[in-house]
């Protein structure tokens, strides 16, 4: 009764005239955002962090959300209409997207994926509103020695299943923790990597680390991109709604991509991504014709947009309750509430009540106006695929510029954007990961001052984690999930030169058989 009281408690927050004002203000810039091709939520989080930061907190952080599920609601445009997916998420939606399009059916697509998204975003709300109590009382029994443990497996599972090679991925992590750790050591007082810089003694501020290495990379690489030439914009054709068959058709994958989409966001590691690959595997095996997928399927629209939608629920299960971001776009989020001085974790239900029941309520909300905005006004956020490049980048550098120095007034700081944002771009040609070092830049402190803290407790001796059930289990999942994404792509690999060889065996005897 408790809980539902609260609930309702949080609609009226929501419902309140400056909150509905900023999440409508969330949802367009999300729409707009997502449209953009080359923006994602991280890219689009990280430039409106720092315009936010003399706002309420409560407003701030629910239009911050608000921009990040629209965003996911908008980034299908670009990819259904231009094959230009803004994140690695809305690539599966432009395999059969794009070609519904080029066969005058982007309607259709564009209509099931607003469908979908809003279907799917809404029930991951409901799944968020009754998953959040049980995961904080979960949370309270965890100390310094546990969370340690959990922040180690929440930086590994990122690292071994973010891109397609593990080394990588714990390059990428190990790089964010050497940055974590650039300025004033809280133990000793000592400077830490300065280099002797004064302005490096407080830190890298997350901020200026996350527009540099996402909003500046973007840019960089969009740049290149248009260099190098770009897909024209399909029009639309034909009506914006669905035949009776294409929602029989649609009906089921959202289902089934909601609740793995919900599933996959809760667990750290790819998040969104793995589950729209997973939800569009799932769909292809499923399908009477899976030869068709990638020529038009509305399945394979319907429910990687789904999974895609409902996986934003799912990031705010840990964030909110554990304090531990499951993606780049939630760790930005969890940037965000420190900025405004609240930790999320075990505490935050109990000690920010009203505003986090109006952040999960607000969510309802959004998912109802983005719904109403993505249909009837998608022809207006369509011109903005057309806005010339020399315009956009340039916007972009200058919206992140100024918002960067509005925080310290710092030319160091727009010094450190210019560089992050190299090297972001450079990890980015040589295809290694950015999730896990945002992550480990956020959770670095963290995890260091709960080792510290551990160690201290125990005197030094490193078998105190292993003699806490859950410090031991969390543990072992950081070991299995590096085993794992080892072993099976091993595994793939001799399965597949197994089946070569046996294949040239097969060809070598027809020959033989064929000249006796």
């Known amino acids: 009764m408790d809980s539902w009281l609260q609930i309702l408690h949080g609609f009226s927050i929501a419902f309140q005239p400056e909150n509905l004002m900023y999440i409508l203000i969330g949802c367009l810039l999300g729409t707009a955002v997502g449209v953009l091709p080359g923006l994602g939520p991280t890219a689009g989080i990280a430039l409106m962090m720092p315009i936010t930061f003399g706002l309420e907190p409560g407003g701030a952080l629910i239009m ?32 059969d997207g794009y070609q519904m399009a080029r066969q005058g059916r982007g309607g259709a697509a564009l209509a099931v994926s607003a469908l979908g998204s809003f279907i799917a975003g809404t029930i991951a709300v409901v799944l968020l509103s009754f998953f959040a109590g049980p995961f904080s009382a979960f949370a309270l029994k965890i100390g310094p020695i546990e969370f340690a443990a959990l922040l180690l497996f929440s930086l590994s599972a990122v690292a071994s299943l973010s891109g397609k090679s593990v080394a990588r991925g714990l390059f990428s992590m190990v790089l964010g923790l050497i940055i974590a750790t650039i300025g004033i050591d809280l133990q000793s007082g000592m400077p830490r990597f300065t280099g002797g810089i004064a302005e490096l003694q407080g830190g890298i501020p997350f901020m200026v680390a996350s ?5 500046i990379s973007e840019v960089l690489i969009n740049f290149e991109r248009h260099l190098k030439g770009s897909e024209p914009v399909q029009p639309i054709k034909g009506s914006l709604w669905l035949t009776r068959q294409e929602w029989r058709r649609s009906r ?16 750290p590691g790819g998040g969104a991504t793995i589950a729209t690959v997973l939800s569009y595997s799932m769909e292809r095996s499923l399908s009477k014709q899976p030869e068709r997928f990638g020529k038009g399927m509305i399945e394979g629209v319907a429910g990687p947009e789904a999974a895609n939608n409902a ?16 993606s780049s776009s939630s760790a930005l989020l969890l940037g965000a509430f420190v900025m405004f001085g ?29 719904l109403i905005l993505n249909l009837p006004l998608v ?7 057309y806005i010339p490049t020399g315009m956009l980048l340039p916007g972009i550098v200058t919206i992140a510029s100024i918002g960067v120095w509005s925080i310290q007034s710092s030319a160091f700081d727009l010094y ?13 040609k040589i295809d290694v990961p950015l999730a896990p070092m945002v992550l480990a830049l956020v959770l670095g402190n963290n995890l260091e001052q709960s080792f510290r803290q551990s160690l201290t407790l125990s005197g030094g001796d490193m078998r105190v984690f292993f003699t806490s059930p859950i410090a031991l289990t969390f543990l072992i999942l950081t070991l299995l999930s590096l ?34």
């Open 211 to 215: 527009v540099g290495m996402f909003a």
């Open 416 to 428: 450190l954007v210019l560089g992050f944002g190299i090297l972001g771009y450079v990890l980015r």
């Open 342 to 370: 609240i930790q999320p974790g075990p505490l935050l239900m109990q000690e920010h009540p009203q505003m986090v029941w109006g952040l999960i309520d607000s969510m309802y909300v959004g998912n109802l106006v983005l």
């Open 311 to 326: 996986a934003v629920g799912g990031h705010m299960v840990p964030l909110l309750t554990l304090g531990i971001p499951s």
């Open 252 to 267: 089921m994958p959202i289902l089934r991509g909601t609740f793995l989409g919900f599933a996959k966001g809760i667990l």
């Open 483 to 516: 085993v794992l994404s080892l072993g099976i792509p091993l595994w793939r690999t001799r399965r597949r030169e197994q089946a070569q060889r046996q294949s040239q065996s097969i060809d070598e005897r027809s020959a033989l058989s064929q000249q006796d």
């Open 64 to 95: 911050l959300c608000g921009l990040y599920y629209g965003t996911m609601y908008g980034g299908s445009t670009a990819s259904i209409l231009i094959n230009t997916p803004g994140e690695s998420s809305s690539v599966m939606t432009a395999l």
């Open 379 to 385: 022809f207006l956020f369509i011109r903005l695929l």
